[in-house]
């Protein structure tokens, strides 16, 4: 089974603050997810990716295939950032195996 | 589109009792899947379904059983509830599993 860390497990930043959650797993993957989850608890799902770069707003995700680590990036961070991010990971026809999460906090 | 529609939203529960957890998705999705939320802990796993007809165990599949017979739902039966199943519960569901997923609004369970 795949075993996946973030880190770290809670931040605080100050707003307009560059963040950088960070994810690494322990066997090759098909695709890695990062997932969003709200104060109130919905979940919402940020990028698929398998290789390189995306990007969405002020939303940036990478992924090092080689490295076996993936981060993302928060631009100018708003106190509307403030949610659990999470990230998974799918190798071949297995279902996501999910990190803990990050937990950020984002102070105005 | 409603998306991935999960009842009840709360549900407490006696030791022993049974229930069954809802979910709907509208998106004709195949793959569809339940996990469990508990504190400190990442989203597992319960069971997962492919398509119409076909379930299979994820990584804490006992205590709990699904069926999928139409493409569209996916209930989650617990036979006999108990303390240790109070969690926050999640259906989600893909076009397939290489897809992304969409995930319900949650079944907070208490079991006491």
């Known amino acids: 089974k795949n075993e996946v860390e973030q880190s770290p497990q809670n931040l605080t930043a100050q707003e307009g603050e560059f963040i950088t959650i960070n994810c690494s797993y322990s066997v090759g993957i098909s695709a890695l997810h990062w997932l969003q989850q709200h104060p109130g608890g919905g979940i919402v799902s940020l990028f698929m990716l398998s290789s390189g770069k995306k990007k969405h707003g002020r939303l940036i995700a990478t992924i090092n295939i080689q490295e076996k680590h993936s981060s993302l990036h928060i631009t100018a961070s708003h106190p509307r950032d403030s949610a659990v991010y999470i990230c998974?990971?799918?190798?071949?026809?297995?279902?996501?195996?999910f990190g803990k999460g990050t937990r950020l906090s984002v102070i105005a | 589109n409603a998306g991935v529609t999960q009842t009840p939203k709360f549900q407490v529960l006696k030791t022993g009792q049974s229930m069954t957890l809802q979910c709907a998705q509208d998106?004709?999705?195949?793959?569809m899947s339940w996990y469990r939320q508990d504190p400190g802990m990442g989203l597992r796993l319960i069971h997962y379904s492919v398509g119409a007809g076909i379930t299979d165990q994820g990584e804490v599949p006992n205590g709990y059983n699904v069926s999928r017979s139409t493409t569209e739902d996916f209930p989650l039966r617990l036979l006999s509830a108990a303390p240790s199943q109070t969690s926050v519960y999640f259906c989600?569901?893909?076009?397939?599993?290489?897809?992304?997923?969409?995930f319900g609004s949650g079944t907070r369970l208490t079991v006491v």
């Open positions: 998974a990971v799918r190798s071949g026809n297995t279902p996501l195996v």
């Open positions: 989600a569901s893909s076009q397939e599993l290489a897809y992304g997923y969409t």
């Open positions: 998106m004709n999705h195949e793959y």
